[in-house]
């Protein structure tokens, strides 16, 4: 669509910290909401307070994702349709009624996306955990064993490093579009801004699916872990418990949601950073009956295996491992003060790579071999007895430290099970508001919750009773989880490719870097590396899907149904090592195997097709791209004098930890 054709509107984005609960921006001839008004007064007057919490999950009119304002004002109601109005003569839509009436309105999906009231409550502390411990969980304390016995430590290493190279061009990609466009949506809404719709549309479904199908995985992996303490306990009342906890650490909202990350964040960072330490005292002061370990384990049996498949295998589960560090991205458009908060938890993803992934998994290949029995005796990606964290500790002769890694274990997978509910509900809200999905998922409450989109995350979750069933019937969760299983690649591949083509159209439209409120400290080269990389996960995987590695366990096909490639990755989702999923005994298993690893790429085939050949969407120009409706309003040149004047100010020492931290 032409910048010329769009109807002229009100400017309604909030400004920088003048958004406040239950505030509408106006439009021409129009005033605050009165409803808000009401709700206000009634809160003053004394209301009881169980009334005025049932109240709060009412919708309020005014207050939508899209707010009403926008949709109903009689000069751009018709723009938030993406049914062709039969008033409108213009040619694209002309052209459109005669292929059927399917229009998808550009405008109006940058104008749904970029006046959220969803609450911004997220405080700088809340959005630096969230990025630090983001994807800390059981693909680094479990699943990395895994990963360690098919490739070996030098092939952890180099995959990790690389991996951990890609995913800092990608956030810091990802950091300056959503400090730039801090809306709703952010990963499938900057997809159909500056590519295409149709690909945002399936960026946007295949985001939700993925952490969808996770809520149920981990809900069963958490029961699991609490076995480790009373085995005889029915796991379907630690389901109920644990569902119980994440629902309503959502209801809270956006500050509920960070501040029990914070919390999780905390504990899994302790866990880490405690185990780095005793690593190092258990590599220099040796295990009681050996002495000095040093590099013993990387000569015997071996720095490598399985030769360079084994290395391509562990690229697979490195990328799979670092799922929901991009999570900090979602947060933006709930953030108090994103120009502040977002930068600095960027800029901290560098550390908590090399801390917390390459330096903790260097110990692991120090001190656990990689041929060691255990590594592949789990019976679920939560199960701490297989975690080379674990091992490594009981062969020092410590022996308390199992039940305080089952503990960290637990804490961080209800950590990915909240961060599911949460990046769910957003992404599913947001797509409503496009018009991608049903509109009922756009509901949002007075307390600037999308209450219909977390209530639908949370009925999925009702999946973890198939807990009780047997391994065949439990197949479906395989298949569910194979269905989102490479969704973070996509994402993060088109995380790198939006931002190649909005420095693009920033360019074409004479503006200058410094009018940027962040910018990528690897700029657009960054990205052409990150997109690169992406692109090589995926060709591996599907080298490592369709011509796997043997099956470890393959005199036993039902021990795969709980846990083996089914809750892997860094925050739930799947890799199995590049190992065949089930054993390989026929073609049929070949097939089954193939989709199991990489069924997620023809669904996103599918759902972009579909799309676009329903809408017959085309891939956004440079020049039609729109680079202003969403910008808040920083008053980015005082904010930049004035950080300059505090710089001048600072010690050497202190100007350095700023730029990069």
Not at 248 to 255: A, D, E, P, Q, R
Not at 450 to 456: F, H, S
């Amino acid at each position: 669509m032409r910048p010329s054709r769009h109807v002229e509107m009100t400017d309604l984005r909030p400004k920088e910290n003048s958004f406040t609960l239950g505030s509408l921006p106006s439009t021409q001839g129009t005033s605050s909401n009165p409803y808000h008004d009401n709700y206000d007064r009634s809160n003053k007057t004394g209301q009881h307070p169980l009334r005025r919490w049932l109240d709060s999950f009412r919708q309020d009119t005014g207050r939508h994702v899209t707010p009403a304002s926008v949709l109903n004002t009689p000069g751009n109601r018709h723009r938030a349709s993406m049914i062709v109005p039969r008033s409108d003569d213009s040619p694209s839509r002309q052209r459109a009624r005669n292929r059927g009436g399917h229009y998808f309105d550009l405008h109006a999906a940058n104008v749904g996306t970029a006046n959220t009231l969803l609450s911004r409550e997220l405080k700088g502390r809340h959005v630096q955990m969230i990025a630090i411990g983001g994807s800390i969980g059981t693909g680094l304390f479990v699943a990395s064993g895994r990963a360690l016995n098919t490739g070996g430590p030098a092939s952890v290493l180099i995959a990790y490093l690389f991996m951990g190279c890609m995913l800092y061009c990608t956030i810091q990609a990802l950091g300056e579009l959503a400090v730039t466009f801090p809306v709703a949506g952010s990963f499938s809404a900057y997809s159909t801004r500056f590519l295409d719709p149709a690909w945002g549309f399936a960026m946007g479904w295949n985001y939700a699916l993925q952490w969808l199908v996770v809520l149920p995985l981990e809900l069963i992996a958490a029961s699991i872990t609490v076995g480790y303490w009373n085995s005889s306990l029915n796991r379907s009342i630690f389901i109920t418990l644990f569902l119980l906890i994440i629902v309503v650490i959502n209801l809270f909202g956006v500050k509920g949601y960070g501040e029990a990350e914070f919390v999780f964040a905390i504990v899994k960072i302790t866990a880490v950073i405690g185990f780095i330490l005793l690593g190092i005292v258990i590599n220099i002061g040796g295990f009681p009956d050996d002495g000095y370990i040093g590099g013993r384990y990387w000569q015997n049996p071996g720095a490598f295996n399985n030769g360079f498949k084994g290395l391509c295998a562990v690229f697979v589960t490195a990328a799979f491992a670092f799922t929901g560090t991009e999570l900090v991205g979602l947060a933006a458009a709930e953030t108090a003060n994103p120009r502040r908060s977002l930068p600095t938890a960027i800029k901290q993803v560098f550390w908590r790579i090399t801390l917390f992934y390459v330096v903790s998994l260097t110990l692991i290949g120090l001190l656990v071999p990689h041929n060691h029995p255990r590594l592949l005796g789990a019976k679920s990606a939560a199960d701490a007895s297989a975690s080379p964290f674990v091992i490594a500790i009981e062969s020092a002769g410590i022996a308390i430290l199992p039940g305080v890694m089952n503990s960290v274990i637990l804490v961080a997978v209800l950590s990915v099970g909240n961060s599911a509910v949460f990046g769910s509900s957003r992404t599913l809200a947001a797509l409503a508001d496009q018009r991608q999905a049903p509109r009922v998922l756009g509901y949002v409450d007075r307390r600037g919750r999308p209450l219909v989109a977390i209530l639908v995350a949370a009925s999925v979750g009702l999946l973890g009773y198939l807990v009780e069933l047997d391994a065949r019937q439990s197949d479906v969760l395989s298949w569910l989880l194979a269905a989102s299983g490479l969704s973070s690649v996509f994402t993060w591949g088109s995380i790198c490719l939006a931002h190649i083509r909005f420095r693009r159209a920033w360019r074409a439209r004479g503006r200058a870097l410094g009018e940027l409120a962040f910018r990528s400290q690897v700029g657009v080269a960054g990205s052409w590396v990150g997109l690169v990389l992406n692109v090589l996960v995926l060709v591996a995987q599907f080298w490592t899907a369709a011509w796997p590695l043997p099956h470890p366990l393959a005199s036993s096909h039902s021990s795969s149904q709980q846990g083996q490639g089914v809750i892997g990755g860094g925050e739930g989702v799947a890799g199995n090592g590049g190992t065949a999923v089930v054993p390989i005994e026929s073609p049929r298993d070949v097939a089954q195997n193939f989709f199991l690893e990489y069924l997620c790429a023809p669904i996103v085939l599918a759902c972009y097709v579909g799309y676009k050949l329903w809408y017959r969407t085309s891939v956004v120009k440079v020049d039609e791209m729109d680079v202003d409706t969403g910008r808040r309003d920083f008053n980015l040149p005082i904010l930049i004098s004035r950080e300059r004047d505090e710089k001048r100010g600072m010690p050497r020492w202190k100007r350095v930890y700023k730029f990069l931290c």
